[in-house]
């Protein structure tokens, strides 16, 4: 039988994630309500305790409203779920490393309304870490998650529709990367990221997926990127396989082109082709829009910065660019001087740069050997180091004086 994957679109509905009325909290409810239709919620989550996973990575609207979760889809997926019988509805994510959901609540509009819906936060600081074997698991053989996010008994994931430079895209196989704690966040951060998160996926599959995009982002997502205003679209269904390959098509990607999509299909645990899904709802053609790519190398992307790629992985390249539109987008980055980027292991003829623009900065573990001590040399090691911290380092050196 085909798995069932449900689009529901509507046009423009007004207001935004930041500032937002009952008005169009009603719309977004109605939209989701529409999407959830053919699944069944009432059996699904009646009488059981359920847990939400939303994408709400260092959530920060007024910079860019579009790179986390839309708060109305939350609550309104939410109050859906109460409505149908839940007797518990959490929502949790780890938000990125080194920063708590507790904080990261602060930021997210409307959080403080949750309570009237029924919604509860769940912090994974307020549960011990514990060990979970994945015997099913190609690559990641155990992983670490909050102990109380066991004693849930339906797992719905909420992933945003956006793009994503390091994997191409960010839906729902994507959004278990939440899951972790911050211990295992930044092991298999390269281009073995896609398998990680299918091994998530063995041991972690979600009894339904919904993927958002109220406003989806483009370009230099997931941090940054332009919003998508209005793209009114929520994309439903049991298969996680499935709707990523549903989610990515409206996105103008070829379900082929994701990693994560592919293995996890040839693995049985989804559908990809769409010929043998079943797609109900909006048709396909009429919401589909092809969303600008995200580039992850920064060579030559802003003049103030000399990037070298010497056999770079994708890790690290995301690390630097990531760091780099922050400061861009932030209105930041014409404050650091000319500078030059090193990422990568040298080649067997590399002979080390004799001399350089600016500070020289080291990315990642690859480059660090082939350079001595010097004054202006900036290390910032990790395989992959942490966008955070190479952008920390920059600001730190050049701005927070």
């Not at 895209?169 to 211990?183: C, R, T």
């Amino acid at each position: 039988m085909k798995p069932i994957v449900y689009i529901a679109h509507r046009g423009e509905m007004g207001e935004s994630p930041v500032d937002f009325s009952d008005f169009s909290l009603k719309t977004v409810k109605e939209l989701m309500a529409e999407a959830l239709v053919p699944f069944e919620v009432e059996k699904l989550v009646g009488g059981k305790r359920v847990f939400i996973k939303p994408n709400f990575v260092r959530p920060d609207y007024r910079f860019n409203p579009a790179v986390s979760s839309d708060p109305r889809a939350v609550i309104a997926l939410g109050s859906l779920l109460k409505d149908a019988g839940a007797v518990r509805v959490a929502v949790g994510d780890n938000p990125g490393l080194g920063l708590s959901f507790r904080e990261a609540l602060k930021e997210i509009p409307g959080s403080d309304s949750w309570i009237k819906y029924g919604i509860e936060p769940f912090f994974y600081e307020d549960s011990e870490p514990v060990e979970i074997d994945l015997p099913e698991g190609k690559l990641f053989k155990r992983m670490k998650v909050p102990k109380a996010l066991l004693d849930f008994d339906v797992f719905v994931n909420l992933p945003k529709i956006k793009m994503h430079m390091h994997v191409g895209a960010s839906l729902g196989i994507k959004n278990l990367y939440g899951l972790l704690v911050d211990e295992q966040r930044m092991t298999f951060h390269r281009q073995d990221v896609s398998r990680k998160v299918v091994d998530i996926l063995r041991r972690f599959t979600p009894d339904l997926t919904v993927a958002e995009g109220i406003w989806a982002l483009e370009g230099q997502a997931p941090i940054c990127g332009e919003p998508v205003k209005d793209f009114n679209t929520v994309i439903a269904g049991v298969d996680p396989v499935a709707v990523d390959a549903v989610g990515s098509s409206v996105m103008g990607i070829e379900p082929v082109e994701l990693a994560s999509t592919r293995l996890a299909h040839t693995a049985g645990l989804g559908e990809m082709n769409l010929e043998a899904i079943d797609l109900r709802g909006a048709p396909l053609e009429e919401v589909k829009r092809y969303f600008k790519r995200p580039v992850v190398s920064s060579m030559g992307a802003y003049p103030n910065c000399d990037v070298y790629e010497l056999g770079a992985c994708v890790g690290c390249m995301s690390s630097l660019r990531h760091a780099l539109d922050k400061l861009h987008y932030g209105g930041e980055l014409a404050a650091i001087p000319q500078n030059t980027y090193i990422l990568g292991v040298p080649g067997p003829f590399y002979e080390p740069l004799a001399e350089w623009e600016g500070d020289l900065w080291l990315i990642g573990d690859c480059p660090m050997e082939a350079y001595g001590e010097g004054g202006n040399i900036v290390r910032v090691s990790g395989c992959p180091p942490h966008f955070g911290e190479v952008l920390r380092e920059l600001k730190r050196k050049y701005i927070d004086q």
